[in-house]
């Protein structure tokens, strides 16, 4: 493998990765692309086949760890990709994906600051520890980026990527609008209220069967997403009007992490001079 040049996109999770993986990885020059639907059999593909540079990308959250594991495992000088978001608008935008697939708990429930009890951990939201993981296991640091920079100055984060990734890409061509836009506080409160009536439910896929895990998504999205867009039309004044994620939460959670967002802001400025010094657009 040492021989072939591997990039490994890793998300997070919740920090515009769609948008990566469908409007502007696909229209990248210089490079063999394996999109996530192909993501399972990523490394077979890379054996398999004879292209000199390859860019793969999935999206992991509390999976990071393995999955930098396996890749270093199969080819430790892949380079590995992480875009992040600050903690308290990454654990709100996820909490907000468990909702909508049917997770019934409160935020709390969710990521639980005082006694560590949520199904996402603490640690899932130190990011310094992720990006030490990936210099500790891979023979190249992480090419670190940050989400606020994709939304605010999308053409700018694009060009930062493409430059790293060595490619030859145009930028006009490129649809800047969000693959899709969060569904609102009311429909997700509705999800929580009923969708478990309809079958809708937080379940573990199967990733080891392809076919099985076709049918448990078919399954989860045939009553989700009628269920999401009836909401609409339910009158404001029948849904509770406490807040789905309370600020004050989402405040306790911010300055938790400050110093290692910090850091981390710290470590993405550092190294994209590192890689980025003397490269030019193409």
């Known amino acids: 493998m040492s021989e072939k040049q591997i990039f490994l996109h890793t998300g997070l999770a919740k920090t515009g990765t769609k948008f990566l993986q469908n409007k502007f990885f696909p229209r990248l020059k210089g490079l063999y692309y394996i999109p996530k639907p192909k993501y399972h059999k990523s490394q077979k593909i890379i054996q398999s086949t004879n292209y000199p540079r390859y860019l793969v990308s999935q999206e992991y959250d509390i999976q990071f760890e393995q999955e930098i594991l396996r890749w270093s495992k199969f080819a430790p000088h892949t380079q ?13 935008s996820e909490y907000k994906r468990y909702v909508k697939n049917g997770f019934r708990g409160s935020f709390s429930d969710f ?26 296991h891979m023979k190249n640091p992480p090419f670190v980026l940050l989400y606020d ?15 790293f990734l060595d490619a030859q890409v145009d930028l006009n061509k490129i649809n800047l609008k969000p693959k899709h836009t969060s569904y609102n506080e009311k429909q997700l409160k509705v999800m929580k209220k009923i969708g478990l009536f309809f079958g809708v439910k937080l379940i573990k896929y199967d990733d080891d069967h392809r076919l099985h895990r076709f049918f ?8 989700r997403y009628p269920i999401l867009y009836a ?6 004044f029948l849904i509770d009007s406490q807040p789905l994620i309370p600020q004050q939460q989402l405040d306790e959670i911010k300055d938790f992490y400050s110093q290692d967002w910090n850091e981390t802001q710290n470590y993405a400025q550092q190294i994209q001079k590192y890689f980025l010094t003397n490269k030019s657009f193409q």
């Open 149 to 163: 920079e994709l939304a605010n100055n999308p053409l700018k984060f694009l060009r930062k990527l493409a430059l």
């Open 111 to 136: 990521i639980d600051l005082k006694h560590d009890g949520g199904i996402f951990k603490i640690k899932d939201g130190f990011y310094m520890s992720k990006i030490h993981f990936v210099e500790q």
């Open 231 to 236: 909401a609409k039309l339910i009158p404001d």
């Open 216 to 223: 448990q998504r078919l399954g989860q999205m045939l009553p």
């Open 80 to 92: 590995v990709i992480i875009v992040f978001r600050r903690q308290d608008q990454w654990f709100k």
